[in-house]
């Protein structure tokens, strides 16, 4: 009963660490910098501290009305998240 538990418990865990793989996977196929421009409030920081020019502020706005961080010269990036730990409202995430 007991060992039947264990098993599905496990079997349970590998399909959520699949999931999670794939999540990972995605994201890592995809750009290094990955902005989420609803939380950006325009401060341009991450801009001002990207050490190779790579984010530029948009001209749109979200709905918030703030221009938001674009990822541009994305093959400049370095993945050196400097942007992402400047950011005051975590709302970059940096992949290598
Ligand atoms: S990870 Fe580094 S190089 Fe890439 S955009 Fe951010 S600050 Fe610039
Ligand atoms: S530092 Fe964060 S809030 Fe400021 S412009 Fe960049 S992404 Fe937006």
Known sequence: MMEG??????????EKA?????DVLEKISG???????EYC???????AYCPHGVLEMSEDINSSGYHYSVFKNKEKC????YCAIVCPD????VYK
């Open 5 to 14: 538990w264990i098993m599905k418990n496990q079997e349970i865990k590998n």
């Open 31 to 37: 750009d290094k910098v990955v902005i989420d421009k």
């Open 41 to 47: 409030k325009g401060c341009a920081l991450c801009v």
């Open 18 to 22: 699949k999931g999670q793989n794939q």
């Open 90 to 93: 975590a709302c970059i995430e």
């Open 78 to 81: 370095t993945s050196c998240t």
